[in-house]
């Protein structure tokens, strides 16, 4: 499996990114990556590039990718190029207008692309009183409710509860359930 993770900086996008890598290493698979963070400090634009299986290099070339889970929408629709014909777009849809725009609409549809979209800022805000910083478990359970390979609940489960803080960890599992329940298509 090969995934882009993309948002800007402070998202979480890194930990997320070691979650997938505990799981898989869990698993006894072979994982290799390669985050660009440069702009990070600054709200910059962040992306990582993650396989599982036997590969030799760590970077995704275009169309490859199974799966983009993008934390920033204009980010995961900039990055839409790496998702293979068929692959899963999962996205923090901040304004869901964008899905309306006509050329987006047929990209997805032409390419086969299952875009699953959910109001994470939204849900943040109605449940974890706007606390952003839990945005990347909330889309850990989102990837983990649509199934989506590499995600299974009790895995993610397992490392969040070796990875996150523990002052932080019964608000992660609530957030990640949040997660699962959010995703509409």
């Known amino acids: 499996m090969q995934y882009i993770i993309v948002g800007i900086g402070g998202q979480g996008i890194l930990f997320t990114s070691r979650v997938l890598g505990r799981i898989a290493i869990d698993k006894g698979l072979s994982v290799v990556g390669s985050e660009v963070h440069g702009m990070a400090q600054r709200g910059g634009s962040v992306i990582s590039h993650f396989k599982v299986g036997d590969y ?3 970077l995704v070339t275009e169309g490859h990718a199974d799966v983009v889970m ?3 929408q204009n980010e995961g629709i900039r990055n839409l190029g790496f998702l293979r014909e068929g ?3 999962l996205v923090n849809a901040g304004d869901p207008r964008a899905f309306e725009n006509e050329r987006l609409a047929k990209y997805l549809i032409d390419r086969k692309i299952d875009a699953c979209k959910f109001a994470g800022y939204d849900i943040l805000n109605r449940h974890m009183d706007g606390n952003a910083l ?3 478990v909330l889309i850990l359970g989102a990837a983990s409710g649509m199934k989506i390979q590499g995600f299974e609940k009790d895995n993610v489960l397992a ?3 070796d990875l996150a803080p523990p002052k932080h960890l019964e608000a992660n599992l609530k957030v990640f359930e949040l997660g ?3 995703v509409t298509r």
């Open 70 to 72: 993008a934390f920033d």
């Open 87 to 89: 692959g899963t777009f």
């Open 134 to 136: 839990f945005l990347n």
């Open 159 to 161: 490392a969040l509860k």
């Open 56 to 58: 030799k290099g760590p």
């Open 180 to 182: 699962m329940k959010a």
